[in-house]
C-alpha cells in the first residue's frame, strides 16, 4: 500500500527554471514531512522538513508548500542549478518515527 | 563529521547463502532502520530498532532478519538469500525524538546469483 505518492518520477528542467516536486498522502496521522536529496552513489540527505503546523517552510532556494486539507505537500526549487540534479525524494512520518517514503523524482537539470 | 557506515559496498552473493549486513552508526542515536531501495518503489522499510535488542518489522520483513545487540550497530541478515533481493540496502539512524531526520549510510549493492 502506497501511503505517500509522488509525481513526477523524472523531471528535466532548463538551467535557472523552477523545479516542482508533488507528494500526497492519505494518513492523517503523519506529523512531519521531509524531503531528502540522493546524489548517485550516495545515501539520501535531509534536504528540508516541515510540519502540518505551518503551511510554507524556505531554506535558500528550496521550499516546501503544504496544503493540510489536501493532503500535499510539494518542494520547490528555485533558479535551478545542474549541481541540483539528484534523486529527490518526499517522506511522511507517523507516530512510531518510522518514515515511509514516495518513490522519488530524478530531476535533471540542463544548461 | 557524523557518520553512518555501512561495512560493504558491493556484495555479490549465490542463492541460498547467508548474508549479513552491517551497519555502524557513531552519533548514539537511539533508532536504527534497514530499507531497501529499488527503482520505480522507493525506498521500503524493512525492519527497525529503537532500543538495544528491540526490533519491530517493517513493510517488507520477510526472509530478513535484524540483530541489534549495542547500540551503535544494526545488522541486517538474509537468511537464504534469494535471487528476489538483489538490491541497494540503506542503514539509516536517527534520535528518538521527534521531527528529527535520518541519517543515511551510503548502501551497500547486493547481487544475488
Known amino acids: 500500500q502506497q501511503q505517500v505518492k509522488q509525481s513526477p518520477q523524472s523531471l528535466i528542467v532548463q538551467k535557472g527554471g523552477i523545479s516542482i516536486i508533488n507528494c500526497a498522502y492519505e494518513?492523517?496521522?503523519?506529523?512531519?514531512f521531509p524531503w531528502y536529496q540522493q546524489f548517485p552513489g550516495k545515501g539520501p540527505a535531509l534536504l528540508i522538513a516541515?510540519?502540518?503546523?505551518?503551511s510554507e517552510k524556505k531554506e535558500g532556494r528550496f521550499t516546501i508548500s503544504f496544503n493540510k486539507s489536501a493532503k500535499q505537500f510539494s518542494l520547490h526549487i528555485m533558479d535551478s542549478q545542474p549541481g541540483d540534479s539528484a534523486t529527490y525524494f518526499c517522506?511522511?512520518?507517523?507516530?512510531?518515527?518510522?518514515?515511509?517514503f514516495g518513490t522519488g523524482t530524478r530531476l535533471t537539470i540542463i544548461p | 563529521d557524523v557518520k553512518v557506515t555501512q561495512s560493504s559496498r558491493y556484495l555479490v552473493k549465490r542463492t541460498g547463502e547467508k548474508v549479513f549486513l552491517e551497519c555502524v552508526q557513531d552519533m548514539d542515536h537511539e533508532n536504527m532502520f534497514w530499507y531497501r531501495q529499488d527503482p520505480g518503489l522507493g525506498l521500503r522499510l524493512i525492519y527497525f530498532?529503537?532500543?538495544?535488542?528491540?526490533?519491530e518489522k517493517g513493510d517488507i520483513p520477510e526472509g530478513y532478519s535484524v540483530s541489534r545487540e549495542k547500540k551503535e550497530r544494526f545488522s541486517l541478515i538474509l537468511e537464504s538469500a534469494s535471487t528476489n533481493q538483489t538490491s541497494m540496502y540503506l542503514c539509516?539512524?536517527?534520535?528518538?525524538?521527534?521531527?528529527?531526520?535520518?541519517?543515511f549510510g551510503s548502501g551497500t549493492r547486493l547481487t544475488v546469483v
Open positions: 530498532s529503537y532500543d538495544v535488542k528491540m526490533k
Open positions: 494518513n492523517t496521522a503523519f506529523d512531519y
Open positions: 539509516a539512524s536517527s534520535l528518538l525524538s521527534p521531527y528529527y531526520g535520518y541519517t
Open positions: 517522506a511522511a512520518r507517523g507516530g512510531n518515527e518510522k518514515l515511509t
Open positions: 516541515i510540519r502540518p503546523d505551518v
